[in-house]
């Protein structure tokens, strides 16, 4: 199975998920997802397609806060993106640190930078942020300028 058979099974899997399909190149794509699909689409990258988790990554946009999840499988050499776009305002999405070990970590570090929650983390105390910046801070939040104030 090639990369393109891959990418058109998960689409047709998740129809309903998926927002958009983004082919990089022939080893890179990204998938935008509803974020209430994400435990069940990793699920299926993990257990039916032969995918393992790498990291996550996280930026804040003016379309709110974008997580990118990524994997790779291996044997095809294909690395996948899942992108979420969560709501500016109650930026929450569930964990996928109880399906995988390797989330934990980036997961805390991205609520104590970004201000995301990761509802049903096993362990969501502090990683970082002791005692470097008061509580309820979150260093890589923007404060982004309403188009009124650029008028």
């Known amino acids: 199975m090639n990369n393109s058979?891959?990418?058109a099974r998960i689409a047709q899997e998740f129809k309903g998920e998926l927002l958009n399909t983004e082919v990089k190149n022939q080893r890179?794509?990204?998938l935008t997802i509803k974020p209430e699909a994400i435990l069940k689409i990793a699920a299926y990258l993990y257990?039916?397609?032969g995918f393992r988790f790498i990291i996550a990554s996280a930026v804040h946009?003016?379309?709110g806060f974008e997580i990118h999840y990524h994997f790779s499988n291996d044997p095809t050499g294909l690395i996948l993106n899942l992108h979420v776009v969560l709501d500016p305002e109650k930026p929450e999405i569930e964990s996928l640190s109880n399906m995988?070990?390797?989330?934990n970590w980036i997961e805390r570090e991205m609520h104590e930078l970004f201000g995301i929650v990761f509802l049903n983390?096993?362990?969501p105390g502090k990683l970082?942020?002791?005692g470097n910046w008061a509580e309820g801070v979150y260093p890589y939040r923007k404060?982004?300028?309403s188009s009124k104030n650029q008028e």
Do not use: M, V
């Not at 995988?100 to 989330?103: D, G, L, R, T, V």
């Open 143 to 145: 404060e982004f300028k």
């Open 28 to 30: 890179r794509a990204i």
């Open 100 to 103: 995988f070990n390797a989330s």
């Open 128 to 130: 970082i942020s002791e």
């Open 121 to 123: 983390h096993p362990e």
């Open 5 to 7: 058979d891959i990418i």
């Open 47 to 49: 257990k039916a397609a």
């Open 61 to 63: 946009t003016k379309k």
